[in-house]
């Protein structure tokens, strides 16, 4: 289901910072800022969807995205003088302006101003960025995965939860050794050795009839197509177990994909090697990206709370 660009999809040509409209070639930030010096950003990453037949664009769980980006914030010890409810608003009020009326990609980032050094609590800056972003052709075929010889960096050191721009340190190292040993992906193991996630998604797999996926505790970020995916898992009748994951389990598993707001549903066909089933896409996963997509774009009734609808 290969979504070429619509003609008609804007291109970035602004972006809000700290509340007010900027051209996008001025959205920058100095050098010796905390934010560059030491990567002091946190971020959330959604998704638009638009919706042809309503003519409308939906963004999806705005209210769970800032809720993350105000966690983050406090986690990180960040200390805004401005309001998450304002950044909120800023998401709509951007592609409003802009005009979307495609799939696109939005990101909300707070992060250190100024010419602190690294335990400054503040200034703190914010924007948001949206710009068109089809949906990826791979999630019809899968992807073919690699178990990192890289570690999820722990709870105790940096935790994942934290959405801390600094932590795709971690998730590029595996991506890069991945790519570079002819996957398309990586999958991280805790420093306890279980499965954690992938660089950039969070992971499922099916096996004996449930779903299965690691708890929180596993040293993942509190993913919220996660909890979309275990609501949309239980609503289809599926058994559900949040729990550490062995390695192995991915091997012997039937059917393996990974989810995120970016990711969305991506099924994963083989790991090290080793087919997923017959190598193809598994019926489980097709059944929860159908309703994964039907709920994103508003064409599930029950659903629809989760959207936030950006044309009145
Ligand atoms: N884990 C990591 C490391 C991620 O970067 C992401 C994408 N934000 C996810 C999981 C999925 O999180 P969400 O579903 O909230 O987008």
Same mark, same amino acid.
């Given at each position: 289901m290969s979504e070429a660009l619509p003609r008609s999809s804007p291109r970035t040509t602004q972006m809000v910072v700290n509340g007010n409209f900027v051209p996008f070639e001025d959205a920058t930030v100095h050098l010796m800022s905390p934010a560059m010096r030491?990567?002091?950003?946190?971020?959330?990453?959604?998704?638009?969807?638009?919706?042809?037949?309503?003519?409308?664009?939906?963004?999806f769980r705005l209210g769970e995205h800032m809720e993350r980006f105000a966690q983050s914030m406090r986690l990180l010890r960040f200390d805004p003088e401005f309001d998450v409810a304002d950044v909120t608003s800023a998401v709509t009020e951007l592609l409003r302006a802009d005009g979307h009326r495609a799939n696109c990609h939005i990101r909300a980032t707070a992060y250190l101003d100024g010419m602190g050094e690294h335990h400054v609590p503040k200034p703190v800056s914010w924007c948001v960025y949206a710009g068109p972003r089809p949906r990826s052709p791979k999630v019809e075929i899968g992807i073919r995965a690699q178990v990192s010889s890289w570690r999820r960096m722990s709870d105790n050191a940096m935790s994942p939860r934290i959405k801390c721009g600094a932590n795709y340190a971690n998730a590029r190292l595996a991506r890069f050794q991945a790519q570079l040993d002819g996957y398309e992906d990586a999958i991280l193991l805790n420093e306890a050795g279980?499965?954690?996630? @992938?660089?950039?998604?969070?992971?499922?797999?099916?096996?004996?009839?449930?779903?299965?996926?690691? $708890?929180?505790?596993? @040293? +993942?970020?509190?993913?919220?197509?996660? $909890?979309? +995916?275990? $609501?949309?898992a239980r609503a289809c009748g599926l058994a559900v177990e949040e729990r550490p994951v062995d390695r192995t389990e991915l091997y012997a598993a039937d059917e393996v994909f990974l989810a995120g707001s970016a990711a969305e549903v991506m099924p994963i066909v083989s790991i090290d090697g080793i087919d997923m089933g017959d190598a193809t896409v598994g019926a489980t996963t097709r059944e929860l990206?159908?309703?994964?997509?039907?709920?994103?774009?508003? $064409?599930?009734?029950?659903?629809?709370?989760w959207l936030t609808p950006v044309y009145t």
């Open positions: 030491y990567g002091l950003n946190i971020f959330e990453g959604l998704r638009g969807y638009w919706n042809a037949k309503e003519e409308q664009l939906y963004v279980k499965v954690a996630e @992938g660089p950039g998604a969070c992971i499922f797999l099916m096996r004996r009839g449930s779903l299965v996926t690691p $708890d929180v505790s596993s @040293g +993942i970020l509190e993913s919220i197509t996660r $909890d979309t +995916i275990i $609501d949309l990206q159908k309703a994964y997509f039907a709920a994103v774009s508003g $064409d599930s009734y029950r659903e629809r709370n």
